[in-house]
Each structure stands twice: as C-alpha cells, then as structure tokens.
T-cell receptor
C-alpha cells in the first residue's frame, strides 16, 4: 500500500527566509503532483513532476522529484505573506493500475512579518 | 472554458435528511472522484469512478452513495446514515492517464442544522 508523508505538517516562517517542505512516499512512482489550498478554498495545481530528476519552478517556489529516494521537495525562496496556504503533495501509484492519487496530509504554511 | 463545477456552494441539511451534491465537468475527463475534508485535515476519498456506469468505494464510503450515468456528471448523495456529515466536499476529475493530475471543483460546504 502506498503511503505518502509530508513534513513538516505546520510551518511558520518569517518573510524573506528560505525553507523546504518534504514529501516522502513508500513505493516506486515517477509521478508526483503539488497542490496549494487557500483557507476555505479548493485545491489548485502547482506542479506536475513526471520523471526522475524533474524540476519545476514558479516564482518563489521550486519543486523537484528524486524517484530513487522516493522524495519530492518544495523549496520556498524569500517567503512572502502571499505564500501562506496549505500545500499538498500527491503520488500516482501506477503499479496498482489506475487507482486514485494518494495525498499527503498537507503542510500548513504561515509566513509572518 | 473547460472546468469542473460543484453546486451548491453551501448546503444545510436537517437531521435524517438525504442531500445530493452536484459535480459536472466539461473537460472530457474519464475519471471522477469525491473527497471529504474536515477542518484542518487532509483529503479523504469517498468514491471514485473510472468509467460511466462503474464506481468504487474509497476509504470512507459508508453513509454516501454515487452514480455515474453520464461521463460529465458524478453526483454524491449524503444519506441519513452518515452521522457526521458536516465537512467540505471536493469533487475532482482526471484523464485516464493523469499526466496533469486532478482538476478540482470549487467545493461544497455541508452543514447539519
């Protein structure tokens, strides 16, 4: 059974600082997705990582995938208040057919002045 | 524009009542999913459907029912057997091969009164 672990689950960081959110998963996969959720809102797609070594960047966020380590990271550079949200990773377990994505529990990020 | 529409945005249910949440997509996606999210929590899978006239239970299917009579539509009924239905419900859809992950609807917030 595929398990997905995110850490930390809660993160309070100062504006201007850098930090990394980690997403570990338990079985082989080469597809991983990052989503953002603002309070009271739905999930919005951030990054789609479809191969080992994939790296995607959008503004102050950069995501990478290491399929050998079964690890994805979401790096935040020079955080600003607008990045405050909950971030979810989700892993595609293609080895078990077309079963649903497995989501991590989410990392609630709060950027403070 | 293509998208996935959930309605209503807010729904109030009396004790012992069944209510139906609507989810419609015009993305020509094959698969559709229903998730429940409780405050401060992650996503829990209720039901999913890969093709028309077929659906599978997720992790918390008890007290819920679905149908998939059309590719575009995947309504969720919250029955009176669901004892604690107050939550945020999210519908999602994806292509069969999921190269872009899921597209989420805007959600329905259900409250028992």
């Amino acid at each position: 059974e595929l398990k997905v672990e995110q850490n930390p689950l809660f993160l309070s960081m100062q504006e201007g600082k850098n930090y990394t959110i980690y997403c570990n998963y338990s079985t082989t996969s080469d597809r991983l997705y990052w989503y953002r959720q603002d309070p009271g809102k739905s999930l919005e797609s951030l990054f789609v990582l479809l191969s080992n070594g994939a790296v995607k960047q959008e503004g102050r966020l950069m995501a990478s995938l290491d399929t050998k380590a079964r690890l994805s990271t979401l790096h935040i550079t020079a955080a600003v208040h607008d990045l405050s949200a909950t971030y979810f990773c989700a892993v595609d377990n293609r080895n078990s057919g077309n079963t649903p994505l497995v989501f991590g529990k989410g990392t609630r990020l709060s950027v403070i002045a | 524009d293509g998208g996935i529409t959930q309605s209503p945005k807010y729904l109030f249910r009396k004790e012992g009542q069944n209510v139906t949440l609507s989810c419609e997509q015009n993305l020509n996606h094959d698969a559709m999913y229903w998730y429940r999210q409780d405050p401060g929590q992650g996503l829990r899978l209720i039901y999913y459907s890969q093709i028309v006239n077929d659906f599978q239970k997720g992790d918390i299917a008890e007290g819920y029912s679905v149908s998939r009579e059309k590719k575009e539509s995947f309504p969720l009924t919250v029955t009176s057997a669901q004892k604690n239905p107050t939550a945020f419900y999210l519908c999602a859809s994806s292509m069969a091969f999921r190269y872009s992950g899921y597209t989420f609807g805007s959600g329905t917030r259900l409250t028992v009164v």
